[in-house]
């Protein structure tokens, strides 16, 4: 909430920009200085860039870094305790039929991201057997790979590993890529690029991709215990994806990983919709620009807040 101050100083009247907001739970303040003294319509003028000014310096402040890379401060380990708080989350559990109905949604949602042509309705006859639609075989492949591998996850006792990632694309792949379960060779680099063409974030070197995801799984193995679910997963899935270790498949792949670190922690799993692609991919960049991990978090509770309308 912003709000115009005016405090008198010395016969004069100091203006500000103020935004109120909680942080850990305690009410926090920033302000921008306007100026002295200012008219009606001089005011109003400041005020056009002061709250883009304001708005900019209070979302820095709400960031919170990443806990992959620094040691969190007080404020954010509180924050993120808040924040990624699952006991409402907990308590949605799915049936068989629930899961019928999530590994349905899932298996669309996530190939459509990527840019899938099977339509929703075609992926529920593609997984009861009954249909075969006039689309790429590979696309077809590819919803019976992602259906076979939410099963995979649901029996793992593997949270991660560099087996289950390799595990998890040949199931996917298996039937649509020739090198469905291998790490990108020598000379192989890969870029995300956005709608326009423009490179957005590239690949590690080749060379890189096993000695990062083993640091991954060392850091998973060390904080399992010391972060809620939905950081992990947060963490694990961002850290994939920014290591993109697969010639193609990341992203599938990637989202897989989120939702099995979910179910070794006993929280169901989350559908990223299509529909929030964008925030998926801005949430993605946050995190890899300037290594904010708010976004991710805030976007797996409003996926969750649909579980519900899925699975029931």
């Not at 670190?261 to 995190?287: C, M, S, T």
Request: proline share 4%; hydrophobic share 35%.
């Amino acid at each position: 909430m912003m709000n115009v101050e005016v405090r008198s100083v010395r016969g004069r009247k100091k203006y500000y920009l103020a935004h109120s907001y909680r942080r850990a739970g305690r009410p926090e303040k920033v302000r921008v200085f306007l100026g002295y003294d200012l008219s009606t319509g001089e005011l109003r003028k400041r005020l056009k860039t002061a709250r883009v000014r304001l708005k900019n310096r209070a979302d820095a402040l709400k960031q919170i870094r990443d806990p992959y890379t620094v040691s969190l401060d007080s404020y954010e380990t509180a924050e993120l305790r808040g924040l990624a708080s699952d006991t409402k989350v907990r308590m949605i559990h799915l049936s068989e039929e629930g899961w019928q109905r999530f590994t349905e949604a899932f298996a669309y949602n996530t190939n459509a991201i990527e840019g899938s042509t099977v339509t929703d309705d075609e992926v529920k006859a593609v997984l009861a057997g009954g249909m075969w639609p006039e689309r790429p075989k590979e696309e077809i492949a590819e919803t019976l790979g992602v259906a076979e591998a939410v099963k995979y996850i649901r029996n793992t006792a593997e949270h991660v590993s560099i087996s289950l990632i390799k595990e998890l694309h040949k199931v996917v792949f298996g039937n649509s890529k020739e090198f469905a379960g291998r790490f990108r060779p020598k000379g192989v680099e890969v870029s995300v690029v956005d709608p326009l063409g423009n490179v957005v974030h590239r690949g590690a070197p080749p060379t890189q991709v096993v000695p990062l995801l083993r640091r991954l799984v060392r850091w998973y193995e060390a904080n399992k215990d010391s972060y809620q679910p939905l950081v992990l997963a947060a963490v694990v899935h961002n850290q994939f994806e920014t290591i993109h270790p697969f010639k193609d498949g990341n992203g599938r792949v990637g989202r897989l990983l989120l939702i099995n670190v979910l179910l070794g922690h006993g929280l169901p799993p989350v559908n990223i919709d299509l529909r929030n692609r964008g925030q998926y991919y801005h949430a993605l960049e946050e995190y890899q620009v300037r290594g904010n991990i708010r976004p991710t978090i805030e976007l797996l509770l409003k996926e969750y807040g649909k579980l519900r309308g899925i699975v029931e």
